[in-house]
C-alpha cells in the first residue's frame, strides 16, 4: 500500500467542464479523502492505483483540465505536515462508521 496525493484542476467556464468537475471529485472520493478542495490522499494498492488512474484519465480533458499524482509511498508519516483546520485521518487506524 502507498499514500498517494491526488490534484486536479478542470477548467469550468461551461456546463460541460461543471460536470467532468463533479465526476472527477467523486472518482476521487470513492478512492481517498479530500483534504482540499481538489487535492484528495488516497491510500492505495497498485492495482488500485491504476484503475484510479484510468477512471480520471477518462474523465478529463487533458487539453484543458491537469492531473497530478504524488507519491508519497508507505513512509509518508515523515513527508506529510499539517496546520490548521480539517486534519486527515489516519488510513491505518480502525475505522469506525
Not at 468537475?21 to 472518482?27: E, G, Q, S, T
Not at 484519465?57 to 508519516?77: C, H, K, P, V
Request: with cysteine; proline share 2%; glycine share 4%.
Amino acid at each position: 500500500m502507498m499514500l498517494v496525493l491526488v490534484t486536479y484542476d478542470v477548467a469550468t467556464a461551461d456546463r460541460a467542464g461543471q460536470r467532468r468537475l463533479r465526476r472527477v471529485a467523486k472518482v476521487c472520493l470513492n478512492h481517498g479523502q479530500r483534504v482540499q478542495n481538489s487535492v484528495f490522499e488516497c491510500w492505495l494498492s497498485n492495482e488500485n492505483f491504476v484503475k484510479l488512474k484510468h477512471q480520471l484519465l477518462a474523465e478529463i480533458q487533458t487539453d484543458s483540465d491537469s492531473l497530478r499524482f504524488y507519491f508519497l509511498g508507505s513512509n509518508w508519516e515523515y513527508k506529510v505536515e499539517h496546520f490548521g483546520i480539517k486534519p486527515s485521518l489516519n488510513m491505518d487506524d480502525p475505522l469506525i462508521i
